[in-house]
């Protein structure tokens, strides 16, 4: 079935320098991929996302870049801060129906 | 506030009882989806609602179903509850136009005794 695989569990950044994530899919139909940010106690919030069409997309500190030849793609936050601590979701929507899978998540902390 | 919103916040019942939770959406948003977080793990898909009818669903039983109202409020009921069903049900909703975009609700946290 689809599966999205999401490293790592866990990451520790000192604040200023960049945090990368990184995601792989098993649908080679999938064409849309979000990223979404949860903090303690609240909903997933989504912070950007990118479709199969695009390679890379950047929203200030915030950059997506998708291979699907290699069904991967990453995050990647530069001069984190420390608000930017949070567990980070990717995901995937496959072509067939609405479904989006979800990895299992990243908890990123931002050391001072 | 998102505009999608859920009820109750929190919930406690006891194995073997039923349980519905409520979704209001935005006007406009006719897909509403479901999802269960467990614990330290990512959303799981449930099931999907498009214009009152599901059309896609997860690896979940029959004991899970779900209704969406032209409202643009949805529910989800749980029958014969389960030690394990308790976490986070969230929905998320998304206008025909935007035809990616979820917001999700800020979830019902199920607790089964």
């Known amino acids: 079935g689809e599966n999205v695989e999401q490293h790592p569990s866990t990451l520790s950044v000192q604040e200023g320098d960049s945090a990368v994530i990184k995601c792989t899919y098993s649908?080679?139909?999938?064409?849309?991929f979000p990223w979404y940010k949860q903090e303690l106690g609240k909903r997933p919030q989504l912070i950007i996302d990118?479709?199969?069409?695009?390679g890379e997309k950047k929203d200030q500190r915030i950059a997506v870049t998708l291979n699907k030849t290699a069904k991967h793609f990453s995050l990647h936050i530069t001069e984190t801060q420390p608000e930017d601590s949070a567990v980070y979701f990717c995901?995937?929507?496959?072509?067939?129906?609405?479904?989006?899978?979800f990895g299992k998540g990243t908890r990123l902390h931002i050391l001072p | 506030e998102t505009g999608v919103t859920q009820s109750p916040t929190h919930l406690i019942k006891t194995r073997g009882q039923q349980v519905t939770l409520r979704c209001s959406s935005q006007?406009?948003?006719?897909?509403v989806s479901w999802y269960q977080q467990a614990l330290g793990q990512g959303p799981q898909f449930i099931f999907q609602?498009?214009?009152?009818?599901?059309?896609g669903r997860g690896n979940f039983p029959p004991r899970f179903s779900g209704l969406q109202f032209p409202n643009y409020s949805s529910e989800l009921n749980v029958n014969a509850l389960e030690l394990d069903d308790s976490a986070l049900y969230l929905c998320?909703?998304?206008?025909?136009?935007?035809?990616?975009?979820?917001?999700f609700g800020s979830g019902t946290r199920l607790t089964v005794v």
């Open positions: 998320a909703s998304r206008p025909p136009e935007a035809n990616y975009g979820y917001t």
């Open positions: 649908d080679s139909a999938s064409n849309y």
């Open positions: 990118i479709r199969s069409n695009v």
């Open positions: 995901a995937a929507r496959g072509n067939r129906d609405d479904k989006i899978i």
């Open positions: 006007s406009g948003h006719n897909t």
């Open positions: 609602y498009y214009r009152e009818e599901e059309n």
